[in-house]
């Protein structure tokens, strides 16, 4: 299997982003928010194996915290472990820029990726009620954070 490789995206690669999100989960952000997040200066990745793009990240740094605004795998790549690969790198350059906690949030019913952070040493430290739109509804954001 090839090695998945980051490169950061550009103003270029906004509506890239959005349609792959859209065509991965069910509540996508738009391309509009992929832009204020690029404007805002937070660091926006995109995963590739070879030439394929399979995946994006979001993420901002604030002073010797990072926080993961946004991590998709394409909905094709997905359940190959890619996931877990594109989050390990992102620890890892977060530490290497200077990170000693991620902090991210996920949907309570969320359990394949709350199983994932938790594998990769994510602990719960708190949660938003009602932070996410839901079908029914509104549904709790599960707050974590990992030691990097």
């Not at 991965?24 to 926006?44: D, K």
């Not at 995109?46 to 909905?75: F, P, R």
Request: net charge negative.
């Amino acid at each position: 299997m090839s090695t998945l490789t980051l490169r950061p995206a550009s103003a270029l690669d906004l509506t890239l982003l959005a349609t792959l999100e859209a065509r991965s989960t069910a509540h996508p952000w738009s391309e509009a928010q992929y832009r204020g997040s690029l404007e805002s200066g937070h660091q926006l990745f995109i995963a590739q194996l070879d030439a394929e793009i399979v995946g994006l990240a979001v993420i901002m740094l604030v002073l010797d915290e990072a926080h993961l605004l946004n991590i998709v795998i394409d909905h094709d790549w997905q359940g190959q472990g890619l996931g877990r690969q594109l989050l390990s790198e992102l620890m890892l350059r977060m530490r290497q820029q200077g990170a000693l906690r991620m902090f991210l949030e996920v949907r309570e019913s969320n359990t394949i990726a709350r199983s994932l952070y938790e594998s990769l040493g994510f602990s719960e430290c708190g949660i938003r009620k009602h932070y996410y739109r839901a079908e029914q509804g509104r549904e709790h954001a599960i707050l974590m954070e990992a030691s990097l």
